[in-house]
């Protein structure tokens, strides 16, 4: 491949394109670098758009289907905004049989929203994980960032209305 040579104008004037920048700049605008640069785009914007993505591939000289590839390939990364709250339940082996399903389907019924959806009122994200590598801790659920072990229906009901609740208080 040939190297870079122009600098290329990030998608908008927002000054957390710097920080972007600044990663793809560490790693020499290197297509190695590419894990790292998605990973600093969604801490710095939330989430990887198609702009993001078209150009952060522009900038490492990568192909978009390779770019697109990796961040739609880890369930960390998201294609779109994440809701005020999110919660991500295990999928894994372990949770599976220790009763994850009737969980999953209990906050889809009422929340009106399916894995991978945000509620109309951008209040919750589900989301659903293949492993979260808490396999001695199974059933397994993530609220907001923190794991929640041996986590059952009521408990993890109570909690997502506990910070939907927080929010009104």
């Known amino acids: 491949m040939t190297p870079r040579t122009e600098k290329l104008e990030p998608p908008s004037d927002d000054k957390r394109w710097r920080i972007v920048q600044a990663t793809m700049q560490r790693n020499g605008f290197e297509r190695d670098g590419l894990i790292e640069t998605l990973h600093t785009v969604q801490e710095s914007f939330g ?13 490492l000289n990568a192909p978009l289907s390779q770019v697109y590839g990796v961040s739609t390939f880890y369930h960390l990364f998201s294609l779109k905004p994440a809701g005020k709250h999110t919660c991500v339940v295990c999928l894994g082996t372990a949770c599976y049989i220790k009763g994850i399903p009737l969980l999953l389907k209990e906050i889809e019924n009422e929340f ?13 994200s589900l989301m659903t994980a ?9 059933p397994v659920a993530v ?7 041996k986590v059952n229906v009521h408990e993890a009901m109570a ?4 910070l939907q609740e927080g929010d009104n208080a």
Do not use: E
């Not at 009106?112 to 919750?124: E, R, Y």
């Open 130 to 138: 293949r492993c979260l590598g808490s396999c001695g801790l199974a």
């Open 47 to 59: 989430f990887l758009d198609d702009d993001s993505l078209r150009y952060v591939a522009a900038s």
């Open 112 to 124: 009106g929203i399916k894995a991978g959806q945000t509620t109309p009122d951008g209040q919750l």
């Open 143 to 149: 609220f907001d960032g923190q794991i929640d072990g």
């Open 159 to 162: 909690r997502l209305k506990a």
